[in-house]
């Protein structure tokens, strides 16, 4: 499909086991599933003693403030308690962020999160992809000075740091002259940093981002803690900007349980550290299984997924179904502005997942003649 001679992405995600079961008569205890990218460690142990102790309290309104997951939130990420918003996800906050901004139009380096753009078309937003193929997905100051003149007043560029599905991190002095350049152009900055967890705090804007009138920060519990049916997100930035997103949320966005799970875990420092260290591990390993194959190109990540280009005259569409006959669910990238059929993502899973995955690949690329 086609819309100003761009395609149009189709509105998929990884993570849709239920719909993965009911296709392929699987029980879902029996889908290894590596299209959603979600810490293998499995959510904090605290989780459930949390939401047992808060269960008599769902006969209450939760809080509309959300004044204990704010504070909580705000030592996290280095900032004020007025310098943040607490959604019920990111994609609510991206929504929220639209309708504040209205901006002019909206840029968006893709291939990237498929919701930036449907978000801002739902709207009528003149909507602006741009090929990051071209660039072998990477950003430098080079791709900045080719976008400058995209950007005008009332403008929104979007960026996903790290890139999902590339997995590649923009470094905080590759970002900042985008953030001059758009404060220049009288345009604004969506900076959504869902995966910089799995990086650390040493290359997240969010502390920055406070002293500017025209950059968001977006932050979120889902991968990195385990909790995407909580529903858990934050926008961080200047006081003035927050203010104008949180009058268009509905009052009540944060639920009960999300909210005090929410207010615990970002003080989980062993749970933190002991992530880092296991993705860290776990993609390498994973990477490094996935360039023996002679028909795989996989792509350096920072993040806790691997994007892989297929080199072979076989496609992810065929591949996905190969597995799946193997109980093992992957993300076929096709979907996403500027790739296609040969791209797809796997999530970095525990070391046996991992393993069973790369043996599945084993079997599936040598019974049609390739290893």
């Not at 003035?240 to 639920?255: A, F, H, Q, R």
């Not at 615990?264 to 062993?270: C, I």
């Not at 072979?312 to 669910?329: K, Q």
Request: with cysteine; aromatic share 10%; proline share 4%.
């Amino acid at each position: 499909m086609k819309l100003g001679g761009e395609k149009v992405e189709k509105r998929s995600h990884g993570g849709n086991v239920y719909e993965v079961s009911k296709k392929f008569k699987l029980d879902l205890r029996e889908i290894l599933d590596f299209s959603a990218n979600i810490n293998p460690l499995g959510f904090p142990n605290s989780v459930r003693q949390i939401i047992w102790e808060k269960i008599d309290e769902i006969v209450h309104y939760p809080d509309p403030g959300q004044v204990e997951l704010r504070e909580a939130a705000a030592i996290y990420y280095g900032v004020e308690p007025e310098n943040i918003l607490p959604g019920n996800g990111s994609v609510e906050l991206i929504n929220l962020t639209l309708e504040a901004l209205r901006p002019s139009k909206v840029i968006i380096p893709s291939p990237t999160f498929t919701e930036y753009a449907f978000a801002s078309r739902n709207r009528r937003i003149e909507t602006e992809l741009v090929d990051m193929t071209k660039n072998d997905f990477c950003w430098d100051y080079d791709f900045i000075e080719s976008i400058k003149d995209r950007i005008c007043p009332g403008a929104l560029v979007i960026v996903c740091n790290p890139n999902n599905p590339t997995g590649y991190l923009v470094v905080k002095d590759v970002i900042k002259p985008l953030i001059e350049e758009t404060e220049r152009a009288k345009a604004f900055l969506l900076l959504d940093e869902a995966f910089m967890d799995f990086v650390g705090e040493s290359q997240s804007l969010c502390a920055e981002v406070v002293s500017r009138s025209n950059v968001i920060v977006l932050r979120s519990l889902t991968k990195f803690f385990a909790l995407p049916g909580l529903r858990i997100g934050f926008a961080i930035g200047n006081e003035e900007l927050i203010k104008k997103i949180e009058k268009l949320k509905d009052p009540w966005n944060v639920n009960t349980f999300a909210g005090a799970v929410g207010s615990e875990v970002l003080k989980d420092k062993a749970y933190i550290e002991k992530t880092r260290e296991y993705i860290s591990r776990e993609r390498e390993f994973l990477w490094d299984g996935l360039r023996q194959f002679s028909c795989f190109t996989p792509f350096r990540s920072s993040a806790n997924f691997i994007l892989v280009k297929i080199t072979a005259e076989f496609g992810a569409g065929f591949l996905a179904r190969e597995l799946l006959r193997r109980g093992i669910a992957i993300r076929e990238c096709g979907d996403f502005a500027f790739l296609d059929d040969s791209y797809f993502r796997v999530a970095v899973k525990d070391r046996r997942a991992n393993e069973i995955l790369l043996e599945a690949l084993r079997q599936a690329t040598k019974e049609i003649g390739l290893e």
